[in-house]
């Protein structure tokens, strides 16, 4: 399993520039990278599903929509049963299994500019050729998972770089798709001391309400 700190800050990264980012329910990596995100630009505006502080709506879902219909949200966070090499997303079925369902999946991919794809498993059952259902396409910005890091552009994915142990090669591996490499392609950035404060710190305290078992991981780590 990646070192949640490290994914927490490469996503950080992906929405680096963005004013304003939501993160949808059961995403604790990603919330731990919008908070991570806000604390390197404080003017940030971050939306955290069923978190007490960290939410500006109060109607849920709905208001989230809403604010993204009207051009007002920057970056979303999003994941997916499978996902292949032109950015779909399936979030309802796969052979005999079946997930938790699209709910807002489509609609979000067509409004928010800036969408960061993110799944902690990179093998070839997640990461296929063809997704079996499309709940979501369109042009993600990044695909960050527990191996490596991926750009989008012109209709496919970039190998940008790998976490640390992994190479080119071993991503190419473990992944289903076809994708480019990066010319500057390289290991992964790890977070820096700073980050490591804040994630092991406030930002474990912030989560702990609703995550209270991987802000102890955060904390832990910091320990």
Known sequence: ????????AL????????????????????????????????????????????????DGGRELFDFAA???????FLGGGQIDGTGNVNLVRAGGARFPGSY?????????PHIVLFREEH????????VEFISAAGQPAALITGRAVFRFAQGGFVLASAHGGESAQSIRDQ?????????????????????????????ADDLAPIYPRFAQQLRGFHA
């Open 175 to 203: 992944t289903g798709f076809a994708f480019a490499t990066a010319a500057d392609f390289g290991p992964s950035p790890a977070p820096s001391a700073e980050d490591l404060a804040w994630l092991g710190g406030p930002i």
């Open 1 to 8: 399993m990646a070192d949640p700190h490290l994914l927490a």
């Open 123 to 130: 093998s070839r059952r997640v990461l296929v050729p063809k």
């Open 104 to 112: 807002g999946s489509a609609y979000l991919m067509a409004l928010v």
């Open 70 to 76: 009207q051009g007002r949200l920057d970056a979303f």
């Open 11 to 58: 996503l950080a990264d992906a929405v680096a520039g963005a004013v304003t980012m939501a993160v949808g329910t059961n995403s604790p990596i990603p919330a731990a990278a919008a908070l991570l995100a806000q604390r390197r630009r404080p003017e940030t505006i971050i939306s955290i599903l069923g978190s007490p502080r960290h939410n500006p709506f109060t």
